[in-house]
């Protein structure tokens, strides 16, 4: 595959998109990794015009080949795959990338941005991003 090409006007598959986005991220040179940035977000809007079952696939296809055999990640990713194989979501709208955007609170500690967790064995909290922070704040606490 031939590096430097992706800015061609012919459309991109997705699945060589996702190819080329993973080669250019490997590639050491400053050039190829600014593409793989500019690649991404495109990649990331074709995602967010996809189904659930769509991104289920993807995951199958992409991700779950990579994981070791028996390790926890692979059967998280393929308790996920199934999930998605039965979900009947569809497309992320503008909209909706916009407001989740805007719903992004800040932590009050430090006013970096502070990430909504769903509470595995805990109840859903908020948590700081920044790792010298870690502000956590259940949800529905003041
Ligand atoms: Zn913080």
């Known amino acids: 595959m031939e590096l430097g090409d992706e800015f061609d006007d012919e459309p991109m598959s997705t699945r060589y998109m996702i190819e ?26 074709r995602l967010n015009e996809m189904s659930d079952r769509q991104i289920g696939q993807l995951l199958f296809d992409f991700c779950w080949p990579e994981l070791y055999v028996d390790g ?4 998280i990713v393929t308790q ?14 503008n909209e909706e990338a916009q407001e989740s955007l805007k719903q992004q609170p800040v932590c009050p500690k430090c006013g970096n941005e502070i990430f909504l967790h769903y509470g595995i064995d805990e ?20």
């Open 72 to 75: 926890p990640e692979l059967i």
């Open 80 to 93: 996920a795959i199934d999930r998605l194989r039965r979900s009947t979501g569809g497309v992320i709208t």
């Open 20 to 45: 080329r986005q993973r080669k250019l991220g490997e590639s050491l040179r400053p050039i190829d990794q600014l593409r793989a940035v500019v690649l991404g977000a495109a990649l990331s809007d």
């Open 123 to 142: 109840p859903d909290f908020w948590l700081c991003d920044r790792v010298a922070c870690r502000h956590k704040r259940y949800v529905g606490e003041l």
